[in-house]
């Protein structure tokens, strides 16, 4: 299907930062050939990136984020954004979202604008430093996530069958996602526009559906390397090594034929629809 998997473990750091919890992008194509790049920055990340798509386009690229791509239903409804859900969620972080070259960024103040449109308290998103703490963010858990719930459906089956994956709403903390998510889904956006004539994002732009693998397609979907059991890593750094393990296990997917699968999970029609228009879902997930 794929003529090489890009694994990308992004980061929310607000300046530059190599090593653990930074930026780690693997690279394995269909010749068994393997780099693992380590980057300071995002904006020197989604060069990277570009430059990787740029150089090779007739290569049909799989690219795997370690972040969340939505939302749980009904988040775009209720902030009165105009479009399919997923992409207008996207697009409004894209505009409001600024981060610089020194990773600099105004997520916790965005978060905070969000919370206000979407319930008027200190709700659903939540974990802030003091500093940036206020009437619509603070630094502890909210009680009620109100209508909207703490988790999409895709965690909410991850947790089900004993695995304890992090709610997009979280901004802070050890395993923390949402951080990613605010400055992730721009960079994403950005791509989405640039590469518009051969970019996907599963599932919605493309459904539950096998993917075709076309020359010069590029997937982005979301995985969850803390899935995977990794093993002993040695002296590697752990975002390292998950990225790395990553990228192997969605290769060795691919050439024994068992991708395609991964694409069009054992989900009912109503948790396909949600996911499909604003949730998006995990890749590899079918407990």
Same mark, same amino acid.
């Given at each position: /299907?794929?003529?090489?998997?890009? !694994?990308?473990?992004?980061?929310?750091?607000?300046?530059?930062?190599?090593?653990?919890?930074?930026?780690?992008?693997?690279?394995?194509?269909? *010749?068994?050939?393997?780099?693992?790049?380590?980057?300071?920055?995002?904006?020197?990340?989604? =060069?990277?990136?570009?430059?990787?798509?740029?150089?090779?386009?007739?290569?049909?690229?799989?690219?795997?984020?370690?972040?969340?791509?939505?939302?749980?239903?009904?988040? =775009? =409804?209720?902030?009165? !954004?105009?479009?399919?859900?997923? *992409?207008? /969620?996207?697009?409004?972080?894209?505009?409001?979202?600024?981060?610089?070259?020194?990773?600099?960024?105004?997520?916790?103040?965005? %978060?905070?604008?969000?919370?206000?449109?979407?319930?008027?308290?200190?709700?659903?998103?939540?974990?802030?430093?003091? &500093?940036? =703490?206020?009437?619509?963010?603070?630094?502890?858990?909210?009680?009620?996530?109100?209508?909207?719930?703490?988790?999409?459906?895709?965690?909410?089956?991850?947790?089900?069958?004993?695995?304890?994956?992090?709610?997009?709403?979280?901004?802070?903390?050890?395993? #923390?996602?949402?951080?990613?998510?605010?400055?992730?889904?721009?960079?994403?956006?950005? /791509?989405?526009?640039?590469?518009?004539?051969?970019?996907?994002?599963?599932?919605?732009?493309?459904?539950?559906?096998? &993917?075709?693998?076309?020359?010069? #397609?590029?997937? @982005?979907?979301? @995985?969850?390397?803390? /899935?995977?059991?990794?093993?002993?890593?040695?002296?590697?750094?752990?975002?390292?090594?998950? @990225?790395?393990?990553?990228?192997?296990?969605?290769? %060795?997917?691919?050439? #024994?034929?068992?991708?395609? #699968?991964?694409?069009?999970?054992?989900?009912?029609?109503?948790?396909?629809?949600?996911?499909?228009?604003?949730?998006?879902?995990?890749?590899?997930?079918?407990?």
């Amino acid at each position: /299907m794929f003529d090489r998997y890009v !694994v990308v473990d992004w980061s929310a750091n607000s300046t530059p930062k190599l090593g653990a919890d930074s930026i780690w992008i693997a690279v394995h194509d269909r *010749s068994g050939q393997v780099s693992i790049t380590n980057l300071a920055t995002r904006h020197g990340a989604e =060069a990277f990136l570009v430059e990787l798509l740029e150089a090779e386009p007739a290569a049909a690229t799989l690219i795997g984020v370690d972040f969340s791509l939505g939302y749980p239903a009904g988040t =775009a =409804a209720t902030l009165g !954004v105009r479009g399919a859900p997923w *992409s207008a /969620m996207w697009a409004m972080l894209s505009e409001q979202i600024t981060d610089d070259e020194r990773n600099r960024n105004n997520r916790f103040s965005v %978060a905070a604008r969000i919370n206000e449109q979407l319930t008027g308290s200190a709700a659903p998103f939540w974990g802030c430093p003091p &500093s940036a =703490a206020g009437r619509f963010l603070t630094s502890t858990k909210p009680r009620s996530w109100e209508s909207l719930g703490e988790f999409r459906t895709v965690e909410a089956t991850l947790r089900s069958c004993g695995h304890r994956p992090f709610s997009s709403w979280q901004l802070l903390g050890a395993g #923390a996602v949402g951080s990613q998510s605010l400055v992730g889904i721009p960079m994403l956006d950005r /791509m989405r526009r640039r590469f518009a004539d051969r970019f996907d994002v599963w599932p919605y732009t493309t459904g539950f559906r096998p &993917s075709t693998g076309l020359s010069g #397609a590029v997937v @982005v979907a979301e @995985v969850w390397p803390s /899935m995977l059991d990794i093993g002993d890593i040695g002296e590697l750094v752990r975002d390292e090594a998950q @990225v790395d393990a990553t990228a192997r296990w969605l290769s %060795a997917a691919d050439v #024994a034929g068992e991708l395609d #699968a991964m694409f069009s999970p054992p989900i009912s029609a109503e948790v396909a629809a949600l996911a499909a228009a604003e949730e998006g879902w995990v890749l590899g997930v079918r407990c």
